[in-house]
Nanobody
Framework: EVQLVESGGGLVQAGGSLRLSCAGS????????IGWFRQVPGKEREGVSC????????YVADSVKDRFTTSSDTAKNTVYLHMNNLKIEDTAVYYC????????????????????WGQGTQVTVSS
């Protein structure tokens, strides 16, 4: 059974940093694309980043590319979202997701319909 567990969220002041972790089990990371998404109540879910360890593809949304990066540790079956210089508008629930289709992670786009989702972790940025 594929399971994804996010951690690392919390309350941080604007300008601060957080590192979110997505720990996976029940599958091999090299075989999947892993994406990070975020959602604010009342708004559509937004694709933030993705990484496909199998073919080396990474993507970070233009809205955060100067502040966020993603990386993976396949030995730990964990993908990270490194968030720097956080802004109030980054406040959201952040989800990681996995897809068996590497094509769901492209250099300029992350497909929204990943197969498996974590429960989400809240990130709140205060002024």
């Amino acid at each position: 059974e594929v399971q994804l567990v996010e951690s690392g969220g919390g309350l941080v002041q604007a300008g601060g940093s957080l590192r979110l972790s997505c720990a996976g089990s029940g599958f091999t990371f090299d075989d999947y694309a892993i994406g990070w998404f975020r959602q604010v109540p009342g708004k559509e879910r937004e694709g933030v980043s993705c990484i496909s360890a199998g073919d080396g593809t990474t993507y970070v949304a233009d809205s955060v590319k100067d502040r966020f990066t993603t990386s993976s540790d396949t030995a730990k079956n964990t993908v990270y979202l490194h968030m720097n210089n956080l802004k109030i508008e980054d406040t959201a629930v952040y989800y990681c997701a996995a897809s068996i289709l590497w094509s769901y992670c492209e250099e300029k786009y992350v497909h929204p319909d990943f197969d498996y989702w974590g429960q989400g972790t809240q990130v709140t940025v205060s002024s």
